[in-house]
């Protein structure tokens, strides 16, 4: 089954989690000194924050998934939609270890694709990402998490397990 992700920068971490914890009527399921994460199951959505620097504001969406075959799916359609798709593979992102890509809609709107596969005491860096979001599609040569294939456009990603978060 499928969640719907946001991540939303926020200015103040503190006064967000109140905020945020009041309108799910729940606590997060993951705080970090940086980070908050609420998995709600109504409405079904992985809802994040986080005061990293960034303009406040929706900082991406995404589609996380629960198997391989589900992003294998997800993976299949990011290609039918004809833009250009950066392949992490296995990473570490948010404080969680997956297999995910990334790809903007016509509008430079990130859309994050991911299976997570596991914890971690790191929130990771998304300098690559950041390339990715400024350069028109194009990833920077460094990397968020370890090395990373070169983004791709026309063929099918997976024909296997291995897309994250």
């Not at 809802?47 to 198997?67: C, M, N, P, W, Y």
Request: with cysteine; aromatic share 8%; charged share 25%.
């Amino acid at each position: 089954m499928k969640r719907l992700h946001v991540h939303v920068s926020v200015d103040e971490l503190a006064g967000s989690i109140r905020f945020y914890s009041a309108l799910f009527g729940a606590e997060p399921a993951v705080v970090k000194a940086d980070y908050a994460k609420w998995m709600l199951d109504d409405p079904r959505v992985n809802f994040a924050i986080s005061a990293r620097g960034a303009k406040a504001g929706v900082d991406h969406l995404g589609i996380q998934v629960e198997t391989p075959e589900e992003l294998k799916e997800v993976y299949g359609r990011l290609q039918q939609a004809e833009r250009p798709v950066l392949e992490e593979g296995a990473t570490t992102c948010c404080y969680a270890t997956s297999e995910k890509a990334w790809t903007s809609d016509p509008q430079g709107l990130l859309w994050e694709s991911f299976l997570t596969t596991g914890e971690s005491t790191i929130y990771g860096d998304d300098e690559k990402l950041a390339g990715f979001r400024t350069g028109g599609g194009k990833a920077a040569s460094s990397s968020c998490c370890g090395s990373k294939p070169a983004p791709v456009a026309e063929s099918a990603c997976c024909s296997g397990p291995g897309a994250n978060k």
